[in-house]
T-cell receptor, first 113, second 112 residues
């Protein structure tokens, strides 16, 4: 079963628009929620991460919104740029003493110029 | 600053052949990981090594073996390749557990 469900599978946004990717998880023991960005032919790279003690984290144009009661979190990319076109993965893990990160299926984002 | 280096970048195997994927990191990280990436499936953990001398199974370990040769190197072996193992394989490392995984650029493996 998929422990982290990610939607949509693909997303097309106009330059300057807002890109929103959603994820939901089942295991309430998860306490670390990173987002990874992957460009074609490259490995994923950590973009931004959040812990459940806060409801929002912002780094530049990237914001994670976290809803602990709903077991959902989302990535918002403000002022989306063509250079943001990539695949985005949400993930969840148990941080303390943990070594298993569960990834969502990924969202392919295309930002039209 | 190389980070995580994987070899080879591409490989084609016939069913039943064996091969070893190599991974090395130069960041003095304690934990290392092997993932496979398949369309619509995200990244799935095959094996991990929490520290030098230890290895553990991940989500999809069947058909694979690993060796943590030293702190720098973590190899993945396919003893008898099957078409279902056609995938892109990523090695990753982290200083502490699950925080900030650093990924290599991947090995694209096709099993015919």
């Amino acid at each position: 079963q998929q422990q982290v469900k990610q939607s949509p599978q693909s997303l097309i946004v106009q330059k300057g628009g807002i890109s929103i990717i959603n994820c939901a998880y089942e295991n309430t023991a998860f306490d670390y929620f990173p987002w990874y960005q992957q460009f074609p032919g490259k490995g994923p790279a950590l973009l931004i991460a959040i812990r459940p003690d806060v409801s929002e984290k912002k780094e530049g144009r990237f914001t994670i919104s976290f809803n602990k009661s709903a077991k959902q979190f989302s990535l918002h990319i403000m002022d989306s740029q063509p250079g943001d076109s990539a695949t985005y993965f949400c993930a969840a893990s148990i941080e303390a003493g943990g070594f298993k990160t569960i990834f969502g299926a990924g969202t392919r984002l295309f930002v039209k110029a | 600053n190389a980070g995580v280096t994987q070899t080879p970048k591409f490989q084609v195997l016939k069913t039943g052949q064996s091969m070893t994927l190599q991974c090395a990191q130069d960041m003095n990280h304690n934990s290392m990981y092997w993932y496979r990436q398949d369309p619509g499936m995200g990244l799935r953990l095959i094996y991990y090594s929490a520290s030098e001398g230890t290895t553990d199974k991940g989500e999809v370990p069947n058909g694979y073996n690993v060796s943590r040769l030293n702190k720098r190197e973590f190899s993945l072996r396919l003893e008898s390749a099957a078409p279902s193992q056609t995938s892109v394989y990523f090695c990753a490392s982290a200083d502490r557990g699950v925080e900030k995984l650093f990924f290599g650029s991947g090995t694209q493996l096709s099993v015919l």
